[in-house]
């Protein structure tokens, strides 16, 4: 047959527009779009149906130990299915590097937890000791084989670089075409803030948002953005959470350095009063940077609908409320001792459809990119992120009308919460395909264990980003071709 699959009668959503027709899929990859497809040995009515990319969700803890050693509740099985069941169809995790450990080490062991995945996948690696040998040998290895991400911390003892280790890994990312990723949070005003509060006997959860203030967060995003534009790399910030940080990446990313940004639903959805519930129920929603208030919310939300964010992500860093996660030191504890980060990674893509598209936050061409589009681009995933000939046939059905409560047993996690459990929301992936394959179908898993495939990535793609050249210092003007 010419085709494997047609999906039929949907409306085709990409980055750009929306138009009624038909999808051909051979061998995996999309071959045709066109307003009227005959044949294929399988064919998917999407009468009524949204047809768009599936989600590549760019930002998920899976597999991987905190940076105070606590392992997430979810592998790479248990997360892969719940983002199968959120709309995606290809993720890309966090490899960590500890201090003392080759890169090669790193990316052996996500290897072999990574083999477990339902759907496609890469690794961004998180770089937490810059040795000579990393910078000049490894890094550039990791690269040749697909890794084409970096990310580096500001915050917390065991994984903050400093702003020399920050240089050298920016200057690293430069020169071989790979983006530098960055946690923005000024590690001595927090470090500051604890003591000063622990010094008072304030230690419930909801004194976590005290210690992390926006100020730390704006200052380290502005430092960041400075040392990138010093070398003229690209840099993305992840989990922006206050709208002076959000007001900086706007200003200077038009200013034509090459700043990429992304918020995420928690920072939309829930405020630091969560923190605030009886008992130790405010422990749930620890992450960092901390949740914020309703002023912040509104004030992202304008940020993601006029262009600031390339993609809004889960940050899906998933400890149970129990002795295997939150509370690993036990359960009556300083807030530094609760594991940071909460999980969400069926919920981002229902989360923006219902508040963003159906609430008319966003157009459906918006939600495309800041779900899938936009990752592809920035973090080199060729094959992916586009309804289009050539492409993977990675693609979600959307149902717009369906309306559910969120219920924790719907997010097909390990976790035993939700942090959105209650609400209501509007619009459901009924159908996720990878490569052509089903791997959710009307809230069944249809995919085995092993079935995604490790994908190697491009550089990041520039276009569209000026640049911008320090007067004082362009090293390949003043000091020549050396200083780079
Ligand atoms: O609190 C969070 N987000 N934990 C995950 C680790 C990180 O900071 O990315
Ligand atoms: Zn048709
Ligand atoms: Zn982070
Ligand atoms: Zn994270």
Same mark, same amino acid.
Request: with cysteine; aromatic share 8%.
């Given at each position: ?7 039929? +009668? ?21 071959? *045709? ?45 248990? @997360? ?5 069941? +959120? ?7 966090? *490899? ?11 990316? *052996? ?36 084989? @697909? ?12 994984? &903050? ?23 923005? #949070? ?18 419930? /959860?909801? =004194? ?6 926006? !100020?730390?967060? #704006? ?7 400075? !040392? ?15 709208? @002076? ?9 038009? &200013?034509?350095?090459?700043? =990429? ?19 130790? #129920? ?7 940077? /901390? ?6 919310? #509104? ?40 594991? &940071? ?10 989360? !923006? ?63 035993? =919460?939700?942090?959105?459990? @209650? ?13 052509? *394959? ?47």
């Amino acid at each position: 047959a010419d085709f494997d699959t047609v999906i039929h +009668g949907g409306t085709i959503a990409t980055a750009d527009y929306l138009a009624k027709g038909d999808v051909g899929i051979k061998d995996g990859r999309i071959v *045709a779009v066109a307003e009227h497809l005959s044949g294929g040995d399988q064919r998917i009515d999407a009468g009524g149906r949204i047809v768009m990319p599936g989600g590549i969700e760019a930002h998920a803890h899976i597999a991987q130990e905190s940076s105070s050693g606590v392992m997430t509740a979810d592998d790479y099985l248990s @997360g892969s299915i719940s983002a199968a069941f +959120g709309g995606n169809s290809s993720f890309i995790p966090f *490899a960590a590097q500890q201090r003392g450990q080759s890169v090669d080490d790193v990316l *052996a062991t996500y290897d072999a937890r990574g083999a477990r995945s339902v759907i496609d996948y890469s690794y961004h690696l998180i770089i937490s000791d810059p040795r000579p040998e990393v910078l000049t040998d490894e890094l550039p290895r990791a690269f040749q084989r @697909g890794v084409t991400s970096f990310k580096v911390f500001m915050t917390y003892d065991l994984m &903050n670089l400093g702003d020399g280790g920050m240089l050298d890994i920016l200057t690293v990312a430069r020169d071989h075409g790979a983006i530098t990723m960055v946690h923005a #949070e000024n590690n001595d005003m927090v470090k500051w803030m604890n003591k000063r509060l622990a010094a008072r006997g304030l230690t419930a /959860p909801k =004194y976590h948002a005290i210690s992390r203030p926006q !100020l730390a967060e #704006e200052e380290a995003i502005n430092r960041a953005i400075q !040392l990138a534009k010093l070398v003229d790399a690209p840099l993305f910030i992840v989990h922006v959470s206050t709208e @002076g940080g959000a007001e900086i990446v706007r200003r200077e990313k038009f &200013n034509g350095a090459k700043i =990429y940004a992304e918020t995420c639903p928690q920072y939309l959805a829930l405020t630091r009063n969560d923190l605030d519930r009886p008992g130790m #129920e405010g422990a749930k929603y620890i992450c960092s940077p /901390p949740l914020r208030g309703t002023d912040t919310q #509104e004030a992202l939300w304008h940020h993601v609908a006029h262009g600031t964010f390339e993609s809004v992500s889960s940050d899906h860093a998933p400890y149970r409320a129990d002795e295997t996660g939150k509370f690993l030191n036990g359960f009556d504890v300083p807030y530094p001792k609760i594991a &940071n980060g909460m999980p969400g990674i069926a919920m981002r893509l229902p989360y !923006l459809f219902s508040e963003g598209v159906v609430k008319g936050r966003i157009t459906p061409e918006q939600f495309v990119a800041l779900s899938s589009t936009n990752a592809a681009k920035t973090f080199g995933c060729a094959t992916k992120g586009r309804i289009a000939p050539g492409m993977d046939a990675d693609i979600a059905i959307w149902n717009p009308e369906t309306t559910r409560t969120v219920r924790q047993q719907d997010q097909h996690d390990n976790m035993d =919460y939700s942090p959105f459990e @209650g609400m209501q929301i509007t619009g459901v992936p009924e159908v996720v395909l990878n490569r052509g *394959a089903k791997i959710v179908q009307d809230g069944v898993l249809k995919a085995a264990e092993g079935q995604g495939r490790f994908f190697a990535r491009q550089p990041v793609d520039l276009r569209g980003k000026p640049g911008f050249k320090v007067p004082e210092f362009n090293p390949a003007q003043n000091f020549g071709a050396d200083l780079r």
